[in-house]
Nanobody, 124 residues
Framework: QVQLVESGGGLVQAGGSLRLSCAAS????????MGWFRQAPGKEREFVTA????????YYADSVKGRFTISRDNARNTVYLQMNSLRPEDTAVYFC?????????????????WGQGTQVTVSS
C-alpha cells in the first residue's frame, strides 16, 4: 500500500511562489511515477505535471509550462512542485498522485494512489 501526504499549500499574491511537497510511504514508493493534478471549485480535476520514477522525463500542462517545475528525491520518497509566477487562475486544491504505469500520465484514471490535497490560493 502507498500513502501520499501533500504539504506546502497556502495563500500567496499573484506573481509569488510556493513549493508543494508530496511524501510517499510504502515499499515501492521510489519506483512509482508521480503526478500533480489540481481542482478548482466547480471544475474537473486537471493534469498539471508528471515525472517518471527515474526523474528523467517530465511533462507539463501548457498552462503551467515555464512557471512550474516538478522534481523528486527518491532517497526521501518525496516529490516537489515548485510554482513560480503564480496567477489567480492557479487557485485550486492540488493533489499528488502515484502510478505504476506511465503511458497516459495526463489521465487521472492512470493513477491508483492519491493524496488528500492541499489548498493553493493566489490573490490578485
Amino acid at each position: 500500500q502507498v500513502q501520499l501526504v501533500e504539504s506546502g499549500g497556502g495563500l500567496v499574491q499573484a506573481g509569488g511562489s510556493l513549493r508543494l511537497s508530496c511524501a510517499a510511504s510504502g515499499r515501492t514508493a521510489s519506483t512509482l511515477n508521480m503526478g500533480w493534478f489540481r481542482q478548482a471549485p466547480g471544475k474537473e480535476r486537471e493534469f498539471v505535471t508528471a515525472i517518471h520514477w527515474g526523474g528523467v522525463s517530465t511533462y507539463y500542462a501548457d498552462s503551467v509550462k515555464g512557471r512550474f517545475t516538478i522534481s523528486r528525491d527518491n532517497a526521501r520518497n518525496t516529490v516537489y512542485l515548485q510554482m513560480n509566477s503564480l496567477r489567480p487562475e492557479d487557485t485550486a486544491v492540488y493533489f499528488c498522485a502515484a502510478s505504476i504505469l506511465f503511458k497516459n500520465y495526463r489521465t487521472k484514471n492512470e493513477y491508483g494512489y492519491w493524496g488528500q490535497g492541499t489548498q493553493v490560493t493566489v490573490s490578485s
